[in-house]
């Protein structure tokens, strides 16, 4: 394959992956030029970008400015989203701020603090000082996400030096909203990360240092309309819970 042209291989290239683009440009100088230019991942970046995306400056081909969206999301919609491209597909991610949930009491300070940390992607995240009753809920337009593909929404928190009341699991959901209360069956899931159970979901620890917990998946088809709505919950057992708090909710590609 080296004595065909360049332009034919990056043809080639540009209907494969960007982990098969990487891969191959070991095999030799001529893959490796070819792999690198703008027509190859020009591909592999949406055809559609999220309102309000301009690409970072100083970056000076469309290689550059994938790897800048897997390594480095950007925000978006008053720095309460966050986008980003999944490193082996190009499909979208996305984070929702915790000012972007639907928190019940979370503007009363007697229940949630707003605080910043050093670690965190936003400006605040939402400190849990006190509650019985926790509800938390977000909602993303899945005409933002890419076609075709499986997705999941994660909640990403971590604890202070005092939680408590989590010990048991709590009900998440992830339906089309408007979907009626009746027909929505929550999983159970488990904030700790070893719950001492094998049932259900439950936390594991990010990369990041924060933890993360699956509420549920969707597939995106192309034409699909309406938004999904998110949610984590435990409304049925009248117990303090304290200590957690809340980064944001992500939803991002189900890798094989």
């Known amino acids: 394959m080296n004595?065909?042209?360049?332009?034919?291989i990056a043809k080639i290239l540009s209907l494969t992956?960007?982990?098969?683009v990487c891969r191959s440009s070991a095999v030799s100088r001529c893959f490796r030029s070819a792999a690198d230019t703008d027509h190859v991942w020009n591909h592999f970046l949406p055809s559609e970008f999220p309102e309000g995306f301009r690409a970072p400056e100083g970056l000076p081909t469309k290689k550059h400015l994938f790897f800048s969206l897997v390594h480095n999301p950007l925000l978006l919609h008053g720095s309460q989203l966050s986008f980003s491209l999944e490193r082996s597909t190009g499909n979208k991610?996305?984070?929702?701020?915790?000012r972007a949930l639907n928190i019940t009491w979370g503007h009363d300070q007697r229940y949630?603090?707003?605080?910043?940390l050093p670690d965190a992607r936003f400006k605040e995240v939402a400190a849990l000082k006190m509650v019985w009753w926790l509800d938390i809920t977000g909602k993303i337009n899945i005409n933002l996400l890419s076609d075709d593909t499986l997705y999941a929404a994660y909640l990403v928190f971590k604890w202070n030096l005092d939680p408590y009341g989590f010990r048991q699991p709590v009900e998440a959901s992830l339906v089309l909203?408007?979907?009626?209360?009746?027909?929505?069956?929550?999983?159970m899931v488990s904030l700790m990360?070893?719950?001492?159970?094998?049932?259900?979901?439950?936390?594991?620890?990010?990369?990041?240092?924060?933890y993360e917990v699956e509420l549920g998946q969707f597939f995106k088809r192309r034409g699909d309309m309406g938004e999904i709505e998110m949610s984590l919950k435990e409304t049925k057992r009248p117990f303090e819970k304290?200590?957690?708090?809340v980064h944001g909710i992500e939803i991002r590609p189900v890798l094989p």
């Open 3 to 8: 004595n065909l042209p360049e332009d034919c």
């Open 17 to 20: 992956t960007p982990r098969d």
């Open 93 to 98: 991610c996305y984070m929702m701020a915790a």
């Open 112 to 116: 949630w603090q707003w605080i910043s």
């Open 177 to 187: 909203a408007g979907t009626e209360h009746d027909d929505v069956q929550p999983s």
């Open 193 to 210: 990360q070893n719950p001492g159970s094998e049932q259900g979901q439950h936390a594991e620890l990010r990369s990041d240092d924060w």
């Open 242 to 245: 304290k200590g957690l708090i």
